[in-house]
Nanobody
Framework: QVQLVESGGGLVQAGGSLRLSCAAS????????MGWFRQAPGKEREFVSG???????YYTDSVKGRFTISRDNAKNTVYLQMTSLKPEDTAVYYC???????????????WGQGTQVTVSS
């Protein structure tokens, strides 16, 4: 069992930055691939970024060059550094743990409760 807790969300102006954190419980964090998803009001939850157990990263096209995912296995934490934020990045951001990086949210085993990111224009 893995429990995930996100933090770091908030209100930021367009062009600003935020760093999201996702802290995981348990000793098996390093054995999981981690993903970040987001869900805007009225929209489906969508894949944003993922990082494998070995550190390979993957991004959806809309965030490439602006977002950076990383992980610290010693701290059981995955991060999402977000820069050049746009109003369309506004959403609840969720982290998830799975066996590999998948863009399909159904393939992830554990989810956090989410953290709100609001980007004002």
């Amino acid at each position: 069992q893995v429990q995930l807790v996100e933090s770091g969300g908030g209100l930021v102006q367009a062009g600003g930055s935020l760093r999201l954190s996702c802290a995981a419980s348990g000793r098996t964090f390093s054995t999981y691939a981690m993903g970040w998803f987001r869900q805007a009001p009225g929209k489906e939850r969508e894949f944003v970024s993922g990082i494998s157990r070995s550190g390979t990263t993957y991004y959806t096209d809309s965030v490439k060059g602006r977002f950076t995912i990383s992980r610290d296995n010693a701290k059981n934490t995955v991060y999402l550094q977000m820069t050049s934020l746009k109003p369309e990045d506004t959403a609840v951001y969720y982290c998830a743990a799975g066996t590999s990086i998948y863009t399909d949210r159904a393939r992830y085993d554990y989810w956090g409760q989410g953290t709100q990111v609001t980007v004002s224009s």
